[in-house]
């Protein structure tokens, strides 16, 4: 299973960009990047994915090397809001399950 | 769209007691559901992937007889702490995964804190 690596904690200021990145050095070619957040006492909630091109939604960018061993994040004007705990996550193979690492704890400070 | 619905939100029981905890996917179909469990400062964990008129599949390590899931159909499943202790008091959430391409992402319920006293 592909596993990746987060850095425990960053912090960002309200209105300036947060760029969180993410190692997944033994990705297969067919497994995808998901990103998630889960804000206190909630449920993850769904941020973007992608397989090998970057993409963008109306939450985030998500930017992946093209050896596609690692990914970045962007949060393009972060607010308060954004404070969280941030996962990246790569499926287990060809299942449905999404096995979840300890994830970027984000701050963001006015 | 792909909304799941948990209930209920908190519950507090006594020990020796059980709890049920129902997931619902509100505007799709879910063939398959994922439960995890969530404790205090740490990761979620996967507990079992609930399927659709078969039984789950647990993860290792996790008592198949003390957390009993039942996917009776496409839009419900439910996970039942049998007897619990206050070892079990948690964070349980679950997820399902929206129609569509299987690379579609899973959506999660907004969990239930379980206290056991």
């Known amino acids: 299973d592909a596993k990746t690596t987060q850095p425990p904690s960053m912090d960002c200021a309200e209105g300036r960009a947060a760029n969180l990145p993410c190692n997944h050095s033994t990705i297969s070619g067919n497994e995808y990047v998901y990103w998630y957040r889960q804000i206190h006492s909630q449920g993850p909630q769904y941020i973007i994915h992608g397989l090998k091109n970057n993409e963008t939604n109306e939450m985030a960018s998500l930017i992946i090397t093209e050896d596609r061993k690692s990914s970045t994040l962007i949060l393009p004007h972060a607010t308060l809001r954004d404070t969280a705990v941030y996962y990246c996550i790569v499926r287990v193979g060809d299942t449905d399950k999404l096995i979840f690492g300890t994830g970027t704890r984000l701050q963001v400070f006015p | 769209g792909a909304v799941v619905s948990q209930h209920p939100s908190w519950v507090i029981c006594k020990s020796g007691t059980s709890v049920k905890i129902e997931c619902r996917s509100l505007d799709f179909q879910a063939t398959t559901m994922f439960w995890y469990r969530q404790f205090p400062k740490q990761s979620l964990m996967l507990m079992a992937t609930s399927n659709e008129g078969s039984k789950a599949t647990y993860e290792q390590g996790v008592e198949k007889d003390k957390f009993l899931i039942n996917h009776a159909s496409l839009t419900l499943s439910t996970l039942t702490v049998t007897s619990a202790h206050p070892e079990d008091s948690s964070f349980y959430i679950c997820?399902?995964?929206?129609?569509?391409?299987?690379?579609?992402?899973?959506?999660f319920g907004n969990g239930t804190r379980l206290t056991v006293t």
């Open positions: 997820s399902a995964r929206g129609q569509g391409a299987f690379s579609s992402p899973l959506h």
